[in-house]
């Protein structure tokens, strides 16, 4: 049985394909990616980003490549965003930091899904709770939040052996 959280019932009533892999609390974006079975590129992190008073989006960015601020201020013609504190994104959004996700959220904020995802056969964001997964095709999810896909991440830098 699958568990209930917002994020599942949204996206159960919305009528998207998908499937909810649930896992044990990862420690890591890695460990998170091989509970799952996917590659890391397919682990989709979800970052709340505010662009002013009581005006937010989601940016989902593969794990393994870095936010880039300058692409998204670039994107949305703005000078200045900020991260909100984990109180402030459990009250726009209704979750937990690190179980946060667009499905279900209080506020339908507005989508940018960063373009390297769409390389990707499945990916895996968040389902509102520890653990809890949902797989789809990089079009399903785009479609079914009404995403804007841009490129906003660069590679992380891999240490050196």
């Known amino acids: 049985m699958d568990p209930q959280t917002p994020a599942t019932e949204a996206i159960a009533a919305a009528g998207i394909a998908h499937r909810v892999v649930v896992t044990e609390r990862a420690g890591s974006a890695e460990e998170a990616a091989d509970l799952q079975g996917i590659p890391l590129a397919g682990l989709l992190r979800t970052i709340v980003v505010r662009r ?3 005006d937010y989006l989601f940016v989902l960015v ?7 601020w300058p692409k998204l201020r670039a994107h949305l013609g703005v000078r200045r965003m900020t991260l909100p504190d984990a109180d402030e994104a459990r ?8 179980t ?3 499905f279900g959220s209080v506020r339908a904020w507005p989508v940018i899904v960063d ?24 079009a399903d999810l785009v479609e079914a939040l009404d995403a804007v896909v841009v490129d ?9 052996p």
Request: hydrophobic share 35%; charged share 15%.
């Open 91 to 98: 009250a726009v959004t209704g979750y937990e930091r690190y």
């Open 152 to 160: 906003v991440s660069t590679e992380e830098a891999v240490p050196a």
């Open 52 to 54: 002013g008073d009581d």
């Open 115 to 138: 373009s390297a995802a769409m390389a990707q056969p499945t990916v895996s964001v968040g389902g509102g709770a520890f653990g809890v997964n949902l797989h789809l095709q990089p």
């Open 100 to 102: 946060i996700t667009p």
């Open 62 to 68: 593969p794990a393994g490549r870095r936010f880039d």
